[in-house]
Structure formats: C-alpha cells, structure tokens
C-alpha cells in the first residue's frame, strides 16, 4: 500500500503563485508514475501532469505547460506542483495519485491506485 497527503493549497489572488506538495509513504519503491489531478465543482477530475518515479518522463495537460511545472524530490519520496500565474479558473480541489502499474495511460483516473485527500486552492479575481 501507498498513502499520499497533499498540502499546499490555500486562497490567492489571480496571477499567484502556489506549490503544492504530494508526500508518500508505505510502498513508495513500487510507485511507477505519480500524477496531479483536479476537480471543479460539478465536474470531471482532469489530468493536470504526471511524473515517472524514477523522473525520466514528465507529461502535461497542454493547455497548463508553461504555468505548472511538476518534479518530485525521491529522497523525501515527495512530488510537488508548482502552479505560477494563477486564474480563476485554476480554482479546484487539486489531488495526487499514484500507481505501481507500468503503464502510458497516465491521464486516465482509472490507472492510479492510490489517491490523497484532496487540497483545495481557490484563485479569486
């Protein structure tokens, strides 16, 4: 088992800056891609971006590349989300999630294991 605790979020301005943190425990030598997702009210979790444990591949939600920048720091077994310029529309619960599966589906909910709780970041205008 892996478990995941996500901390970070918070309440800023249109145009901040926030890094959210994912840290691991349990099995985290099984881990093989840890991903960012996140959920608006009354929508869909969407992929945001994903990072191969080991950090040889990185993948982004296109339309967030450039503002959003994911790596992960292994001797702390934590991921982080750094999220600049943020938008209105950027305000969600952002969640991470992890998988032991070698797979290229990382976009997809249905590939991850294991997910944290949740941190909601809400951007005002």
């Known amino acids: 088992q892996v478990q995941l605790v996500e901390s970070g979020g918070g309440l800023v301005q249109a145009g901040d800056s926030l890094r959210l943190s994912c840290a691991a425990s349990g099995r985290t030598f099984s881990i093989y891609v840890v991903g960012w997702f996140r959920q608006a009210p009354g929508k869909e979790r969407d992929f945001v971006a994903a990072?191969?444990?080991?950090?040889?591949?990185?993948n982004y939600l296109a339309s967030l590349k450039g503002r959003f920048t994911i790596s992960r720091d292994n001797a702390k077994n934590t991921v982080y989300l750094q999220m600049n310029s943020l938008k209105p529309e950027d305000t969600a619960v952002y969640y991470c999630?992890?998988?032991?599966?070698?797979?290229?589906?990382?976009?997809?909910?249905?590939?991850?294991?294991?997910w944290g709780q949740g941190t909601q970041v809400t951007v005002s205008s």
């Open positions: 990072v191969n444990w080991d950090g040889t591949k990185i």
């Open positions: 999630a992890a998988t032991d599966y070698s797979t290229a589906a990382i976009s997809d909910t249905r590939t991850y294991q294991y």
